[in-house]
């Protein structure tokens, strides 16, 4: 092999071989039609004045109306159009994610990693990631696209551009709700600015299909009746929630809420389930809390909150499936930045990421089999190997605490050696 030849690969190998592996994947994709069955036919229910929940749809429509009012443009394509656009449309969100999380994870290390260190960070967050990317492109689900939205609004944070954060933060919050944990972290941090801005842009955004469509037998308009009927039903009282399809033991619910009700019957013993549950809630809550305000409020440190936050997104949500689980890609990138520079964290930084991907990943999956996996679902692994990141982030808030508290130094090349402003 020639130099020249050498150099091409090395410099062209790996953008080949993901373009070759986003074309082999995309027959599998295109053999389930559940997306672009469903998120189309929903915005037709809203182009012809129907109301979501009385239209006939291959499936309930749970999803926030904004969602049905963006897919608009899908309604007149051929099945095949779709498809190819809603891969591309999801592989461009997937890739720019990892890009985004990689840039929030820079700002931890006060200088550049080598061409090695960079190789290691990125093979590691693929790895640990990688599960929870395909989950969303063989449900056709729309989670990476809110997730997107999610890292936009972090990065203009770090970038100083309060208002644009609030929008992009409000717009994943408008399409999928859990993101609204959001807005107390803008108001405990003091960015009153992004939080003003959050607030008009959920508001405009969720009740933008209203503005366009007279939805017939829905006076109080489309996102009033989804707040009424979908978000505001009680998740701690099954038998008061007008949709009851997270209530109740759910292999596939990877939330707080899932792992109570696989122990607690809820709808036999409500009570119990509902005191074991904001026992739960409250512990996690307050463990979150407790992070969120030790971090230093310092754009360096926004990845490390918004790992908590996306975490927190994924636990306190009445339901979450594997797909949503891609959020994570965010704080396996952020931690993998810490892990390569900082030798003092290695060492927990090493177990608390082979834990997460032992839990998460390894033990479900094809490979593993449908036994281990629905055993390791019965045993909430999912639950567990989000759960546990929490400890190596806090470490990392904890040392940064610390730091600021005593003289500041430069010692090393992590952020939290760096003389703090």
């Not at 820079?106 to 990631?129: C, M, N, P, Y």
């Not at 989804?226 to 619910?253: C, M, P, T």
């Not at 929490?390 to 808030?397: C, D, E, Q």
């Amino acid at each position: 092999m020639t130099k020249p030849q050498a150099e091409f690969i090395r410099r062209f190998g790996p953008w080949l071989a993901l373009a070759l592996s986003v074309v082999a994947y995309y027959p599998r994709f295109a053999k389930n039609l559940e997306g672009m069955e469903l998120y189309p036919d929903a915005a037709r229910c809203l182009l012809n004045d129907e109301l979501l929940r009385l239209c006939k749809l291959p499936q309930p429509f749970t999803y926030p109306p904004v969602f049905a009012f963006i897919m608009i443009p899908f309604v007149p394509m051929p099945v095949w159009l779709r498809e190819i656009a809603w891969y591309v449309i999801t592989i461009g969100a997937t890739m720019a994610s990892f890009k985004i999380s990689e840039g929030l994870g820079q700002g931890l290390v006060s200088d550049r990693l080598t061409v090695k260190e960079l190789a290691w960070v990125r093979g590691l967050s693929l790895l640990l990631g990688s599960k929870f990317v395909l989950a969303v492109l063989e449900n056709q689900a729309y989670d990476t696209l809110v997730f997107l939205f999610i890292l936009l609004g972090l990065a203009a944070l770090v970038a100083g551009r309060e208002g644009w954060a609030g929008v992009a933060l409000a717009a994943a919050a408008a399409l999928k709700a859990t993101p609204l944990i959001f807005l107390p972290y803008l108001l405990l941090k003091r960015r009153f600015l992004a939080a003003g801005a959050f607030v008009l842009a959920f508001l405009a955004l969720s009740y933008l299909p209203d503005m366009f469509f007279t939805l017939q037998g829905g006076g109080s308009g489309s996102f009033n009746t989804w707040l009424r009927e979908i978000a505001g039903a009680s998740v701690l009282d099954a038998s008061g929630a007008k949709q009851a399809f997270w209530a109740g033991a759910n292999l596939l619910n990877h939330s707080l809420h899932g792992a109570v009700s696989l122990h607690i019957d809820e709808l036999r013993q409500p009570a119990l389930h509902r005191m074991a549950l904001c026992a739960v809630v409250l512990a996690f809550s307050a463990v979150a809390g407790i992070l969120l305000l030790l971090s230093p409020r310092e754009n360096r440190f926004i990845g490390i909150d918004g790992s908590i936050l996306v975490i927190a997104m994924l636990m306190l949500s009445p339901m979450t499936s594997r797909s949503h689980y891609v959020v994570l890609v965010l704080p396996y990138t952020v931690l993998l930045w810490v892990w390569i520079r900082d030798e003092t964290t290695r060492r927990v930084g090493s177990a608390v990421l082979a834990a997460s991907f032992i839990l998460a990943t390894a033990t479900s999956n094809d490979v593993a089999g449908q036994t281990l996996t629905e055993w390791s679902y019965g045993h909430s692994f999912l639950v567990l190997g989000a759960l546990v990141l929490l400890i190596y982030i806090a470490v990392v808030v904890w040392k940064a605490h610390k730091a600021r508290q005593s003289p500041p130094a430069r010692i090393g090349n992590v952020i939290w050696r760096i003389p703090w402003l």
